[in-house]
C-alpha cells in the first residue's frame, strides 16, 4: 500500500477519533486534532513529517520509491 494513502489515513482517523473524544468527555482533546492539523500543516512546506519516517522505518514505500529500498 502506498505510504502517502496510509498516512491521508492515519490523519484522518485521528481527526475523527479526537473530535469523537472531545464531544464525548472533554473539549481538550481538541488539542490532537490541532497537533495532527499544524503537523499535517507543516508537512505541506517541508515535504516530510515522523509519521513518514515510522512508516518508512516499517518497510513502506512510496509509489516510484523502489529505487531507494
Known amino acids: ?3 502517502n494513502r496510509i498516512l491521508r489515513g492515519m490523519a484522518g482517523t ?3 477519533i ?3 473524544l472531545a464531544v464525548i ?3 481538550w482533546w481538541l488539542l490532537l486534532t490541532t497537533f495532527v492539523g499544524l503537523n499535517l500543516l507543516q508537512s505541506a512546506f517541508s515535504g516530510t513529517c515522523p509519521a513518514m519516517w515510522m512508516l518508512r522505518k516499517l518497510g513502506f514505500r512510496a509509489i516510484g520509491d523502489e529505487e531507494h529500498a
Open 1 to 3: 500500500m502506498d505510504i
Open 18 to 20: 479526537s473530535l469523537i
Open 14 to 16: 485521528i481527526v475523527l
Open 25 to 27: 468527555f472533554s473539549w
